[in-house]
């Protein structure tokens, strides 16, 4: 019995019937829930330490362990997805997923909780790039395909913003175990459904899995992303700058594995193909501007402002409803210009929104500080959701889930690298502004440092030094604001340059120049006035071959 319903348009693509859409909603489900679990420790933090007295070191390594193990493996999982079929390897991470949310709900110590946040990274690796590669195959219409990965776009990053506030949530009415907990029952549901309504994907990735390449893979990413993540929060220590150097060394050993192997992990032509591999340069950008400045209006609500946790985290969900606008507006205009066009607006758009955030001052209106987010976060998910688009429609079907986990890692990358570089920005600025004000010592360092400090002051001390903690702190502010503006204006100017012209219009298959000089033959959703896109052969060939229709 056919559980794949089809309606044909001449001249076109299968168009994806119900199941396909509810299957969707069944795929973004665990994506909504290892995208929360990025940050659903940030409230819960202080209740697991009166509950497992961590050390400081087991403290930021369970606060670090599962972004760094979910980003290590990335590639891996991707590949090894290719090979035994992304539904399975989605099966697997749910369960394994599923299994460490329990371990870590009920953890006695610290060990415990820091092994199971390592195995949910490893099940969040498994789940993340087989969700988008399977809506690159359920979804052979452009347009179709373009309103899933717009939805798919959105749940991930509002999965990131809700992580705090279902933890503050949870850790009010129940104890810290339970944001781990009620993963449980939701990867359940995933193990039922993902079998009635996923296709189911037969791997296509021909040889050998490539075993060196995944170690040499892991040696690269773990080191560079600790690294980069130690800069951002202490500095450029001798430790993680050798770090980064030992990732940079193996990674060149692995590119060198990757072009020379019978059977590699990772296909390196798809970065040669310009729409793939301009996307993931764009992808970075977005994320290291969007990921890199969130600490700063995060401290700001809650520092300079003075709101609770909770409070702050309601209000950083206002520029979501700028989101939910721009994102589909995005993916209309698309289908009507050149999509580099639509993606250079968006990085122009948000550098507006952070050139606005660059005049927040202690008294501005909690107006200016949600307006810029709002207009910085519209333009830049807007952005994400175009490239992760194009990045699909170009990657062969046999290598979805392959091509998924390099745009994922990339958001990893760009996302550390921004807390890493506007995190420096706006600590230099505040650390300058404070060198004539306080003594050495944490009043110089942060302003949290500097409100405790002031609390053991005379309260006229004590409230002076808190409001020049507050402006220097809102200059550094201004300054990673402006860092990150012109990171837009430049990512801009990279898409109106390079990317112009890659989707072509009227269903005509996108010819990628490579940088050999040859072309390789690739099919993307176009932006033509009609609306219609094209896709080539091969992702027909997806529908038929890797799809179990039964």
């Known amino acids: 019995m056919a559980i794949i319903e089809t309606s044909e348009r001449p001249g076109s693509v299968p168009l994806a019937g119900r199941r396909?859409?509810?299957?969707?909603?069944?795929?973004?489900?665990?994506?909504?829930?290892?995208?929360?679990?990025?940050?659903?420790?940030?409230?819960?933090?202080?209740f697991i330490g009166r509950a497992l007295e961590p050390t400081g070191t087991q403290?930021?390594?369970i606060l670090d362990m599962y972004g760094f193990v979910l980003s290590g493996l990335l590639i891996v999982m991707g590949a090894l997805g290719d090979r035994i079929g992304r539904r399975r390897l989605l099966l697997v991470g749910a369960a394994l997923f599923g299994g460490a949310s329990l371990v870590a709900a009920y953890a006695h110590n610290a060990e415990t909780l820091i092994a199971a946040r390592a195995l949910l990274g490893v099940g969040g690796a498994a789940l993340m790039p087989s969700t988008l590669a399977l809506i690159r195959t359920m979804f052979a219409d452009p347009k179709q395909r373009g309103t899933a990965i717009a939805l798919w776009t959105a749940v991930l990053t509002g999965g990131i913003s809700l992580g705090p506030i279902l933890s503050g949530l949870l850790v009010e009415h129940f104890w810290w175990g339970s944001i781990f907990l009620i993963n449980v029952p939701a990867m359940a549901i995933l193990l039922f459904l993902v079998p009635v309504f996923v296709p189911r994907h037969r791997g296509l990735a021909q040889g050998p899995f490539d075993l060196v390449g995944a170690v040499l893979s892991l040696g690269t990413l773990l080191p560079v992303v600790y690294g980069i993540k130690e800069i951002a929060r202490s500095g450029a220590a001798t430790l993680p700058v050798?770090?980064?150097?030992?990732?940079l060394i193996v990674g060149a050993l692995f590119v060198r594995r990757q072009l020379t192997a019978a059977h590699p992990l990772l296909d390196l032509e798809l970065l040669r193909m310009r729409a793939f591999g301009g996307s993931v340069v764009a992808n970075v950008l977005s994320m290291f501007a969007i990921v890199g400045f969130a600490i700063f209006t995060t401290q700001y609500l809650q520092s300079v402002l003075g709101m609770s946790p909770l409070r702050a985290a309601l209000w950083s969900l206002v520029p979501s409803g700028a989101v939910a606008v721009a994102?589909?507006?995005?993916?209309?205009l698309a289908r009507r210009m050149d999509r580099a066009w639509v993606m250079c607006g968006g990085f122009v758009l948000g550098a507006g929104g952070f050139t606005i955030l660059a005049g927040a001052r202690p008294d501005s209106s909690l107006g200016l500080l949600l307006g810029g987010a709002a207009v910085y976060a519209a333009g830049v998910v807007a952005v994400m959701t175009q490239v992760t688009e194009m990045a699909m429609g170009v990657a062969p079907p046999d290598r979805a889930a392959s091509a998924s986990a390099v745009l994922e890692s990339g958001s990893e990358l760009g996302g550390a690298l921004g807390m890493a570089l506007l995190g420096t920005i706006g600590d230099a600025v505040y650390h300058r502004a404070m060198t004539d004000t306080a003594p050495s010592g944490p009043a110089r360092e942060t302003l949290g440092g500097a409100q405790a400090v002031?609390?053991?002051?005379?309260?006229?001390?004590?409230?002076?030094?808190?409001?020049?903690?507050?402006?220097?702190f809102c200059d550094g502010m201004s300054a990673a604001a402006i860092g990150a503006a012109v990171v837009m204006v430049v990512a801009a100017a990279y898409c109106a340059r390079f990317l112009r012209g890659v989707p072509l219009a009227n269903g005509d298959a996108a010819v990628e120049d490579v940088a050999s000089g040859s072309g390789s033959g690739s099919g993307v959703g176009a932006g033509s006035g009609d609306g219609s896109g094209g896709v080539?052969?091969?992702?027909?060939?997806?529908?038929?071959e890797t799809s179990d229709v039964r």
């Open 242 to 247: 050798l770090s980064i150097g030992f990732g």
């Open 20 to 46: 396909e859409w509810v299957g969707l909603a069944v795929l973004l489900l665990p994506l909504l829930l290892v995208s929360m679990d990025v940050s659903v420790l940030y409230f819960a933090v202080p």
């Open 454 to 472: 002031a609390a053991h002051l005379p309260e006229d001390s004590g409230r002076a030094l808190v409001h020049s903690a507050r402006e220097a």
């Open 59 to 61: 403290q930021l390594w």
């Open 327 to 332: 994102t589909p507006v995005a993916t209309v």
């Open 536 to 544: 080539d052969g091969r992702a027909a060939v997806a529908v038929g």
